[in-house]
């Protein structure tokens, strides 16, 4: 049975940090999926965060640039997300996402909360 199970979500002040992982299991080849983080705000729709690809190559939304980090541990089926200089406005539930081929799968998600 595949599953992605995110943790790492909390309350943090703005100008603070956290560290969002999505643990993945069932999967054949992890290595071959492209991984993503989305979030989703209170009335607002999903919205994608950043990619990494089996490759490795990144992206991310403007609005995360040079404050988010994505990256991903092949050997133990991970990916994680490092999120620094939060604003409230990055307050939402985050989501991780798998993609191989026509194979789609996600997480339950996880929420973060930026807030003075």
């Known amino acids: 049975q595949v599953q992605l199970v995110e943790s790492g979500g909390g309350y943090v002040q703005p100008g603070g940090s956290l560290r969002l992982s999505c643990a993945a299991s069932?999967?054949?080849?992890?290595?071959?999926?492209?991984m993503s983080w989305y979030r989703q705000a209170p009335g607002k729709e999903r919205r994608l965060v950043a990619t990494i690809t089996t490759f490795g190559a990144t992206n991310y939304a403007d609005s995360v640039k040079g404050r988010f980090t994505i990256s991903r541990d092949n050997a133990n089926n991970t990916m994680s997300l490092q999120m620094d200089d939060l604003k409230p406005e990055d307050t939402a539930v985050y989501y991780c996402?798998?993609?191989?081929?026509?194979?789609?799968?996600w997480g339950q998600g996880t929420q973060v909360t930026v807030s003075s």
């Open positions: 996402k798998a993609v191989r081929s026509y194979s789609v799968h």
């Open positions: 069932g999967f054949t080849l992890f290595s071959n999926y492209a």
